[in-house]
Structures are given as C-alpha cells and as structure tokens.
C-alpha cells in the first residue's frame, strides 16, 4: 500500500510540474510578440516626434545662444560712468564780419582735434536712456594759402553735455548729444601786412552736436566713431570800441573723430 501511495504521489508531480512548463512554453511567445510589438512602436513614435515641424522649431530655438555673453553684467543698458578719448580731422569757415581792417570776409581752416569726455548714463526704458557730462580738449588749426586771417590752437573750456543714448546690443550703443562750452583763441591775427600785426585774444560760445557709434570689443573697452556739427559765436566785452576786440567773428565747423571709450562697471 505505501509503495502505491508512494508512486501516486511521483506520477502527480511529474503531471503537475509538466502543466507548469507547457505554461510557460505557451507564455514565451505571447511575450516575446509583445516586446517586438512595443519597440517598433517606439521607434515609430520618436521618428513622428522628430518628424514634427513644430519640434524642430524648439530644437533649433534651444540649440541657439541669443543672449549676448555680457547681457548677465550689462542688462540691457550701459549705465553710469564712462569715458571716452576721441581725435579727428576739422574743417571750418570763419566768418570775419569785422576783425581788424577785415570786414565781410571768410577763411577757411583745416586741422585736428583731441577731447575728453567724461559721461553718467541713466536708463529711461529698455536700452533707451540718456547721458550728462562734460568735456575738455583743444584743436590746431592751420589757414587757407593766401588768407589775410590767421587762426590759432584753441583749448577747450569744460562745459555742460546732454543728450540721449540707445543700447542697441550690449556691444553697440549709438548717442545723440549736444555740448555747451566756452572756447578760447590767444593771438588771432589779421595779417594785412602792416607792422605790427594785430592780435586777438577772445573767447567763443561754442554750441557742439554730435552722434556717434560704440563697438565694444570687450566687457569694458570701445571703439568710437563720431560727427560734430559746431557753431562758434563770439560775444564782444562791454564797450570795446577802440580796442582789438571790438571784433564781430563767428565760425561754423565739421569734425570726424576716431577714439576709445571705456565703461566702467
């Protein structure tokens, strides 16, 4: 009887551990079919993502560096101080209502000049702001051959600056100003060849528009272009009559200059 029971108990085993690997025979397909079935489905689903025009789009708007490397120190607009040394050619016509013997008469000079410029800038929206200042420097002058008027180097009186300034990338600024200053002549001469010539010392209001343009090659340093438009008047002194400065001279001029600015953050 045990030997029965014994060999009962082998032969349900042996059915039982059969039904388990027929089981797992019949579930290696489903699944393997299932995996095959899920990786194309993948694939195909990335390919219709990378398809997408709209993705694409993203793709190359993130691949993209647009904010400038100094955007993080500039933020949007060059503000407070600057400084800026400028040198350039000039040509002028002064005009000689009466100097000396001369009267209704012109001359036209040619020459160079060199300024300082001390600026603070202030935002007022965006990259748009304006600018206070002022400056110093001097110009030589030399006459047109033949010309009875002789010019002089002049110096530059530090004067009152204002204008406007547009940030229009961290690495180009543009501006529009306007100067005030006081400029002084010692031994204008008119050379009517008496002897001796006469001299005179006077000092001009002179009215200064400018523009210009900044490139910043780096974080701090620029190259300036500049245009000045001046207009020199000279006011007489309180009853000159008699006097070498009992002259009416006024003179109108253009400049171009190229120099370097730097601001300092």
């Not at 040509?91 to 001390?118: A, D």
């Not at 400056?135 to 047109?144: I, N, Q, R, T």
């Not at 180009?172 to 002897?195: K, N, S, T």
Request: glycine share 10%; proline share 4%.
């Amino acid at each position: 009887m045990l030997f029965i029971e014994h060999e009962v108990r082998v032969k349900s085993l042996n059915t039982m551990s059969k039904i388990a690997l027929l089981a797992l025979a019949l579930l290696q397909p489903s699944t393997g079919y299932a995996e095959e079935s899920l990786m194309p489905a993948a694939s195909n689903g990335s390919e219709s993502m990378e398809n997408r025009p709209a993705l694409k789009k993203m793709e190359l708007k993130l691949g993209t560096d647009d904010v400038h490397d100094w955007e993080r120190y500039v933020r949007g607009f060059r503000r407070e101080h600057q400084f800026a040394l400028v040198a350039g050619y000039s040509s002028g016509v002064w005009e000689l209502h009466r100097v000396g013997t001369m009267e209704g008469e012109k001359s036209r000079e040619k020459g160079v000049f060199g300024k300082f410029q001390y600026s603070f800038h202030l935002p007022l929206y965006k990259g748009f702001g304006y600018l206070l200042g002022s400056s110093f420097g001097s110009l030589y002058e030399s006459s047109s051959t033949g010309s009875r008027f002789r010019s002089v180097p002049s110096v530059m009186l530090p004067g009152v600056l204002a204008g406007f300034v547009l940030n229009v990338t961290p690495a180009i600024r543009c501006f529009l100003a306007g100067e005030v200053y006081l400029e002084r002549f010692d031994g204008l001469q008119d050379r009517d060849g008496q002897e001796p010539d006469e001299r005179i010392h006077i000092t001009t209001e002179t009215f200064d528009g400018s523009f210009g343009v900044d490139w910043f090659y780096s974080l701090k340093w620029a190259v300036r272009a500049e245009g000045h438009l001046r207009r020199l008047v000279y006011v007489r002194p309180q009853e000159p009559a008699g006097k070498p400065v009992d002259a009416n001279i006024k003179k109108r001029d253009e400049w171009v200059g190229l120099g370097i600015a730097h601001h300092f953050l």
